[in-house]
């Protein structure tokens, strides 16, 4: 598939999630007005929460993914090289400059986030400028500006959003069932109780895997069309090679890491379930096929 | 009647053809204006950069006369070209001469550990990777306006509009004589 099958594709599936995910939040909303008796309307309301939610986060989520990941705006005086990589590689894929931001980590890593390539911004740890050269930087931010070219950036946004957004309703409903108790209920139909808690308990591990389901391929075409733009596959290659043999970052935590470049959670811990959890392919896998371009 | 149904719907299945068409071949054609945009703004900045450069270099080696005539000659032709071919000559024709300069600038120790001097090399370093990164640029929109343009049945359209083909703007051949320094 080429660039512009993906930016296509990725719209689509932009759409479909969202539809697919007010269908499913009406679903489990319904079953948790049940549960408080509140039939309709309860789920009217329900549906207006998670909607008033997702709006503000969506408006917000660069500005919450920065600072969760420490991020401070990057000055030019400060880090020339890394402006002048972006500012050239944007000037290459012919779209404007987006913010740039630094993250003081020795790790090395770097991700991009915003909505379209007008509001979007990019991070990298100093951890990754220290130990780049110029080239090897160029071919990793060539390939998260790739991530905003192909409207991957929106769709992880949307998808995190939602997908927290469900936990969190799940959470706030799996509360105030611990601290009400279950005597003054005034619906003491049991199996709609059993089913308001194990859908309370499924809908966030549900929208976990559907988050992953989008990631994970996308990586190679962002491999691919960074060294399109760079023209010189190797310097990601050696990147993700220095990256990969390299201490893991610490300031990710596992709802942000489907943003970076390389999993910020190493090579090391890959028994079943952080396979399934994986949100990239595996380094040695990337490096073969960019060396093979 | 139904003859007439039938010439009516191909007629109408023609022109919304040719409107497609003929619109897709706009917005390939603006961008390729936007594009060159780009490239010229590059080049008007390393333009600007030369005089003070040459300010510089003359500061501490003014017996270069030839060099840095070489220098303001090229930057003159390359602010007259017009054509993207004009343009693209005119600046690897800079390109080689300041490649000149910078070699006899090895020959001036004083002039190398000049803070200005080694900035202004930054700076037309930086705008070199720029006109490179905005020539891949245009060059790519030019390359999928002209297999447009040349592909049936898009070709018969763009003849009757008079879409021609864009040029291309050429980087320097790769392997080039190195240059020659006299000293």
């Known amino acids: 598939m080429n660039i512009y099958g993906q930016i296509a594709s990725n719209k689509r599936k932009t759409i479909f999630l969202i539809l697919g995910f007010i269908a499913f939040a009406s679903v489990f909303g319904y079953i948790i007005s049940l549960y408080f008796d509140f039939g309709l309307t309860g789920l009217g309301i329900f549906l207006i929460i998670f909607g008033i939610i997702t709006y503000i986060s969506y408006y917000n989520s660069d500005k919450v993914v920065l600072s969760l990941s420490n991020a401070k705006p990057a000055k030019k005086e400060q880090y020339p090289q890394l402006y002048s990589v972006v500012e050239n590689l944007s000037i290459g894929l012919g779209q404007p400059i987006p913010k740039i931001y630094v993250i003081e980590d020795s790790g090395m890593n770097a991700f991009a986030t915003g909505r379209d390539p007008k509001n979007s911004a990019v991070a990298a740890t100093t951890g990754l400028l220290q130990n780049l050269d110029k080239q090897e930087l160029e071919g990793v931010m060539a390939h998260e500006l790739s991530h905003v070219q192909n409207y991957d950036i929106r769709l992880m946004t949307i998808v995190t959003i939602l997908a927290g957004s469900i936990a969190i309703i799940s959470d706030f409903f799996l509360r105030s069932l611990i601290f009400s108790g279950d005597n003054d209920r005034k619906n003491s139909n049991g199996i709609i109780i059993v089913i308001a808690i194990v859908a309370a308990i499924l809908a966030p591990i549900a929208a976990g895997l559907i988050k992953l389901s989008v990631s994970r391929n996308r990586e190679y075409l962002a491999d691919a069309s960074g060294a399109l733009l760079t023209r010189y596959p190797e310097g990601l290659a050696s990147a993700l090679e220095k990256i990969s043999h390299h201490p893991n970052i610490s300031k990710a935590s596992h709802a942000n890491a489907h943003m970076y470049i390389e999993n910020p959670f190493g090579e090391k811990a890959r028994d079943f379930f952080s396979k399934l959890y994986s949100t990239h392919p595996p380094a040695k896998e990337r490096i073969k096929r960019l060396r093979a371009m | ?183």
């Open chain 2, 1 to 183: 009647m139904e003859i007439l149904i039938g010439i009516v719907v191909i007629a109408l299945v023609l022109i919304a053809f040719i409107w497609l068409t003929y619109n897709q071949l706009v917005t390939l054609r603006e961008r390729i204006k936007e594009a060159i945009s780009s490239i010229d703004v590059q080049l008007k900045r390393r333009i600007d950069l030369i005089p003070n450069l040459i300010e510089t270099v003359k500061g501490y080696a003014k017996h270069e006369k030839q060099v840095l005539e070489n220098v303001t000659n090229a930057r003159a032709s390359l602010m007259g070209a017009k054509s993207p071919e004009q343009k693209a000559q005119a600046n690897n024709m800079l390109t080689d001469t300041l490649k000149s300069l910078f070699a006899v600038a090895e020959a001036y120790p004083d002039l190398k550990a000049s803070a200005n001097f080694s900035k202004l090399q930054d700076e037309l370093t930086d705008t070199e990777d720029k006109i490179a990164y905005s020539r891949q640029f245009y060059n790519s929109n030019v390359l999928s306006y002209n297999t447009k343009i040349k592909m049936f049945p898009t070709n018969i359209v763009a003849g009757q509009f008079n879409f021609k083909e864009e040029q291309f703007f050429e980087a320097e051949p790769a392997a080039k004589d190195p240059v020659k320094v006299s000293f």
